[in-house]
């Protein structure tokens, strides 16, 4: 099945703790520090693939997390670093911020890489601590944990021409006519449930990417029948093919309904070049058609062609005509070539609140500095207790009325509050 959106969730990998180590040898009795650094935790990387068009395998699969990184050892060894994690999307996929609605990304190429999460940092050992008043330190880090966020995915198929109409208007069989692509066909309206995509080769050397999208009705725009579904299909089209079908009993109104979807899902559409085309020329109706729309058609600014998709009349000379468009109209800038990565500001803010059994204190900097503390030896504690001071979370807390023996929640740490 084709699904042209998709929601995951993403989580780097955790940094490496650093390691507390000295020198143990036989002639060395008082070696100095010797513990490595942790791993630098995975990062989530996102890849544009050719080959894949669709998303479903993201609502199959909705969880993806990068490796964690290798803690440090003795002897100056530093952990190996976390498997980076690739997820293949297709070319022409969106992702954004599940809760802000963010842009983040837009892979517009063949393996393009986007980095959206690095790892954890991996913590520093003891030997990073030594220095000349303590040369025997047993401080040392633990990595830090990854990030974890929500995605929203959104494929918007990359296509020179897109091939807009009515349903019923004749577009997959005219994607069938000119390319290899084979779409569904029948004489019923919304037969095409999902965009296709087929190469069209004009003459010896050109070639141009049609996408078939499925027949838009009235209040597409505004989400009626599938219409948001489709309509994010077009928006990257350079030029359109405006299929109306000979043998309806207005075609005329029809072409004025589509493009009022149009300009109302996104006014740009109504600005890009529009070659009118009437279909079904092997029917009676259409020849009746063909001059009434011809002149109503060029009045308003629209070049206009007529042809049979079936018996292949005018197809040619409406695909050279296709192709002088397209050459005369300039590529879409990408929505965004930048690679971001999405790293936590150095924030230092925080707040406190008091809860049932204690107190808790929010703030992403001391979150991830408790998270990377030993609590379980002295001089790790007492590093973070200078550094609850320095931040003014100690005289926060003192103002708040935190009292001795009171347990205080930072992060996943729940430390208990000692008298001076």
Known sequence: MFYDTAKIYIRSGDGGDGMIGFRREKHVPLGGPDGGDGGQ?????????RHLNSLSRFNRNIHYKAGNAKHGNTKKRYGANGETLRIEVPVGTIIRDA???ELLADIIAPDQEVTILKGGRGGRGNIHFANSVNQAPRIAERGEPGQEMWLTLELKLIADVGIVGKPNAGKSTLLSVVSAAKPKIASYPFTTLQPHLGVVQVDEYETMVLADIPGLIEGAAGGVGLGHDFLRHIERTRVLIHLLDGAAPEPLEDWAAINQELAMYDVALE??????????????????????????IT??????MSISAVTGEGVQAMLH????MLDETPEAAPITDEVVVIAPPEDESFWIERVADGWRVHGRKIERIAAM??????????????????????????????????????????LEWGAE
Do not use: C, H, S
């Open 321 to 324: 005509r296709v192709k002088r």
């Open 99 to 101: 809760e802000t609605g």
């Open 41 to 49: 935790g995975g990062d989530i990387i996102f890849v544009g693939n």
């Open 271 to 296: 600005e890009r070049p529009q070659l009118v085309v009437l279909n079904k020329m092997d029917l009676p109706d259409a020849i009746a058609w063909e001059p009434i729309l011809e002149e109503e």
């Open 373 to 414: 503390t030993y609590f379980e030896f002295d001089a790790t504690l007492l590093r973070f207790q200078n550094i609850l001071e320095k931040m003014g979370i100690t005289q926060a807390l003192e103002e708040a009325g935190v009292q001795p023996e009171d347990t205080v929640y930072i992060g996943e740490a729940a």
């Open 299 to 304: 009045k308003a600014g629209y070049p206009f």
